[in-house]
């Protein structure tokens, strides 16, 4: 099992930038991926973009592409997203979670951290 705690959340005005950060502890994390994911009051939970720990490749949704950059920290153990020109529509709350490398489920999240993008 893999502990993860996300901060970085907030309100910020559209077309600005936030970067959210995921503190993960627990297993050996280089077999794992790590994964963003968002839910907007009344929407399901969505996949943003991931990123493996041992090779470091990413993955993003495409409304995110160019916008959302997903890196990681191996010596502090954290994930991070970063987040430029955003939107109305980026108004969600974001969570982090972690799968084995070669799995399906994501089996572990983050409490969530708000976002709200103001206009």
């Known amino acids: 099992q893999v502990q993860l705690v996300e901060s970085g959340g907030g309100l910020v005005q559209a077309g600005g930038s936030l970067r959210l950060s995921c503190a993960a502890s627990?297993?050996?994390?280089?077999?794992?991926?790590m994964g963003w994911f968002r839910q907007a009051p009344g929407k399901e939970r969505e996949f943003i973009a991931r990123?493996?720990?041992?090779?470091?490749?990413?993955y993003y949704r495409d409304s995110v592409k160019g916008r959302f950059t997903v890196s990681r920290d191996n010596a502090k153990n954290t994930v991070y997203l970063r987040m430029n020109s955003l939107k109305l529509d980026d108004t969600a709350v974001y969570y982090c979670?972690?799968?084995?490398?070669?799995?399906?489920?994501?089996?572990?999240w983050g409490q969530g951290t708000q976002v709200t993008v103001s206009s």
């Open positions: 979670a972690a799968r084995i490398k070669d799995g399906t489920v994501w089996a572990d």
């Open positions: 627990g297993r050996t994390l280089s077999t794992y991926v």
């Open positions: 990123i493996s720990w041992a090779g470091g490749s990413t």
